[in-house]
C-alpha cells in the first residue's frame, strides 16, 4: 500500500518532469546557457591570436567611449518615448473595441491591428520606405498637393524611426488593454458620472487606476521590444538611426569583436532590467499582477 | 423609528414626469408615462423584467435621453441635462463602489467633483458615513465590508451629495434572503431619516409594498396603475397588477349574469361570484381574483357563514410556511387548483391530501376583470 502511494507519487513526478521538460530544455539551452556564455566572452581580453585574459577592458571601453554612452542613453529615451506614443496611441482604440464596439465590430477592429503582422516585419518596414523615401509615394503626394516644392525626404529621422517603432508595437499594448478595460465595470464609469465627474476626472480617477496593470504590461512589452528592436530603426533611420542594438550587431558582425558585443548585450539587459523595474516602481504595481495581464 | 418628515403639502413635487417616451428600434420601451412623487415620499416602480422600468429610471437619471416627454426635477426641465449636472444620485444595481478607493474615498468622490477641499470633503464624508452608522469605517477597502455596509455606502456616496432625488435601482437584489429582510428595514429607516425623495425601482412586490408611499405597477411600458401600497393590494385597476401584486388565486371563466357591481361567473361549471371591475358584457370572458387569506375554510358547509354561497374541493397538500400556511386544493366542479390560507389557530393543520373540504368566501374581495386585459 505505501509502496503503491510512492510508486504512484514518484509517476506523477516523472509525469510532471516529462511535461515540463521542453520549457526548461528551452530556457536552459537558448536562453540561460548563451548568456552564460556571453558573460564570459564579455569579460575576457583577446591580448594575441587564441589567447585572452579575464578583464573588464570592454566595460571600461563602453564607459569612456562617448559614443557608446550617447547611443545608449539615446535608446533609452527613443524607447521611452516610442512606448508613451504607443500607449496615447493604443488607449482609444482599446476603449473603442472593449467598450464601444458591439460583437463583430468589435471583433473586426482587433483583426484589423492583427493584419500587419500577417507579413513580414522586413516586409512592413519596408513598405514604410516605400510610402516615404523621397521618390515615395507621400513626398509625391505632398508635391501634388502644392505642400512642398521638391519632394522631401522623409526617411532616415528620429520622428520616422518613431512612427515605425510605434507602428510595429501597436498590438502589444493593445491586447493588454482591452484585456484590462473590459473587465472594467460599464456601471463604475456611470457612477462616477453620476456623482458628478467629468470626462478626464473619471479617466483619472476611475479607468485609469483600473486599467493600470494593464498599461504597465503593455508598457514592459512595448518598451522592450523597441530597445531590442533593430530592423526599423535601422531600416527607417539608416546611419542616424544610432542605435544600440545596432552597435551591437556591429561588434558582432561587422568588426568580429565578440568581447565587446557580448558586453553591450549585457548592458542593455541591465538597462531593460532597470527601466522596468523603475517603471513597476513609479506606477506602483507588482511584477506578478501585471505579468497576468500579457 | 423616527418620525418621518411629512410631505410637504403643496411644495411643488421633486418629480415630475410628463409624457416620457423611449423607443428601441421598433420596440416601444417606454410608453407615454406620467407621474410625479411629492417631495420627501418613497415611490416605487414595480414590474416584471423588461417591463421598461431600468429604462424609465435611466431616463431619470439622464444617462438614456426620452424620445418624447420631459423630465421635471425640483422645478427644473431636465432636456439635455447631463448626469453630472442632475440634481439626482443613483444607487447601482451591484451599487457600483469604486474598488480603487478607500470608503472615506468613495464617500468623499463626489465632492471633489464639486471642488471641495480636502480637508472639509473628509470631515463631510466621515460625518455622513456616522450618519449611517459606519463611523471609523473610511478607512476600509470596498471589499472588506459586508452586503449591507456596502450598501450603506452606497446610499451615504450619493447622499453626502444632498440629491433633490434618490434612484435605487434594484439594490437589494444581488443580496440573499434574510440580509435583504434586513436592508428592507434599513433602508426605509434611512430614507425616514434623511427625508430625500427615493425613487425605487424592483421586481419584488414585498419590497414595494413594504418600503413605498406610492407604487407605480409598470408593464410593457406603462404604468397599469398608481396608488398606495393598499390600493394596489386591495383594489386592483387591471388584471395584471391583481396577479402580480401578493399572492393571487387566477380564476377564468365566462361571466353569465351582472347584477350591478356583482358578477355571476361560470368556470368549467363552477358558479361564483365577484365584484365586477371596468366594463363587462353578459356572456364576456373574464378573470376573477381571490386573494388566499380572503376565502374561509370550514370541513362542512355548517361551519361557514350562512350567507355566503359555500363551495367545495378536495386537498391536494397542505403548504406549511409558518403565518403564510395555505392549503392547495382542486375545486369540486371545474377542477381548478386553488391556494386558501389557513388560519393561524392550527385547526386545519390536520388536513391530508383527499380529504373534501368547503370554503366561502365574500364576493366583494374577489375582483372580476374583462379577460384578455391583463397581457
Known sequence: MADNAVTAAGYRRLLLALLLAPALLWLFGLIVLPHVDLAIISLRERVAPRQYVASLAQYRTFFSEPLYWHVFVRTALMSALATALTLLVAFPIAWTIAKLARGRTSALLFVVCLIPFWVSETVRTLGWMILLRESGVLPSVLVHLGLAAQPPELLYHDATILVGLVYTSLLFMVVPLVGSLESLDNSLIEAAYDLGGQGWSVLREIVIPHAAPGITAGCIVVFMLTLGNYLTPTLLGGKNSLWFTEQIYNQFITRFNWEQGAALGFLLLALSTVMVWLGLTVSGQRFSDVMRRT | ?375
Open chain 2, 1 to 375: 423609528m423616527t418620525p418621518r418628515a411629512p410631505a410637504v403639502a403643496g411644495a411643488p413635487p421633486d418629480l415630475d414626469v410628463q409624457a416620457v417616451t423611449k423607443r428601441f428600434a421598433a420596440h416601444t420601451a417606454v410608453d407615454a408615462v406620467s407621474f410625479s412623487v411629492a417631495r420627501g415620499s418613497f415611490f416605487s416602480i414595480l414590474g416584471p423584467s423588461g417591463c421598461g422600468k431600468t429604462t424609465l429610471l435611466r431616463m431619470i437619471a439622464g444617462f438614456i435621453q426620452p424620445d418624447g416627454g420631459d423630465i421635471v426635477i425640483g422645478g427644473r426641465s431636465m432636456a439635455r441635462v447631463p448626469p453630472n449636472r442632475r440634481p439626482v444620485n443613483m444607487v447601482f444595481q451591484h451599487l457600483a463602489l469604486f474598488p480603487m478607493m478607500s470608503v472615506a474615498q468613495n464617500v468623499a468622490f463626489g465632492l471633489a467633483r464639486r471642488g471641495v477641499a480636502r480637508a472639509e470633503r473628509l470631515r463631510r464624508a466621515e460625518a455622513m458615513l456616522e450618519r449611517v452608522g459606519l463611523a471609523g469605517a473610511g478607512g476600509k477597502r470596498t471589499d472588506e465590508l459586508s452586503g449591507g455596509q456596502r450598501q450603506r455606502v452606497a446610499i451615504a456616496r450619493s447622499m453626502v451629495l444632498e440629491p433633490t432625488l434618490l434612484l435605487l435601482d434594484e439594490p437589494l437584489g444581488a443580496l440573499d434572503l434574510k440580509l435583504r429582510e434586513h436592508m428592507k428595514l434599513e433602508l426605509k429607516q434611512l430614507q425616514n431619516s434623511f427625508g430625500t425623495t427615493f425613487v425605487y425601482i424592483t421586481h419584488d412586490q414585498s419590497e414595494a409594498l413594504v418600503l413605498s408611499d406610492h407604487v407605480g405597477v409598470m408593464n410593457h411600458g406603462h404604468f397599469e396603475q398608481l396608488g398606495t401600497p393598499q390600493e394596489l393590494y386591495y383594489s386592483p385597476a387591471t388584471a395584471f397588477v391583481a396577479g402580480f401584486v401578493g399572492a393571487n388565486n387566477r380564476i377564468t371563466g365566462k361571466a353569465v349574469a351582472l347584477d350591478g357591481e356583482r358578477v355571476e361567473i361560470d368556470s368549467g361549471g363552477w358558479r361564483l361570484q365577484a365584484r365586477r371591475r371596468g366594463s363587462i358584457g353578459a356572456g364576456a370572458a373574464v378573470a376573477a381574483f381571490l386573494r388566499p387569506e380572503a376565502a374561509t375554510l370550514g370541513r362542512t358547509p355548517a361551519e361557514l357563514s350562512a350567507e355566503r354561497r359555500p363551495h367545495s374541493g378536495e386537498v391536494i397538500a397542505l403548504l406549511f410556511d409558518g403565518a403564510n400556511s395555505v392549503v392547495l386544493l382542486r375545486e369540486a366542479h371545474s377542477g381548478l387548483e386553488l391556494r386558501i390560507a389557513l388560519p393561524q389557530t392550527g385547526a386545519f393543520a390536520d388536513l391530508e391530501a383527499g380529504a373534501r373540504v368547503c370554503f366561502d368566501f365574500d364576493p366583494e374581495r374577489a375582483i372580476c376583470f374583462a379577460a384578455g386585459a391583463d397581457g
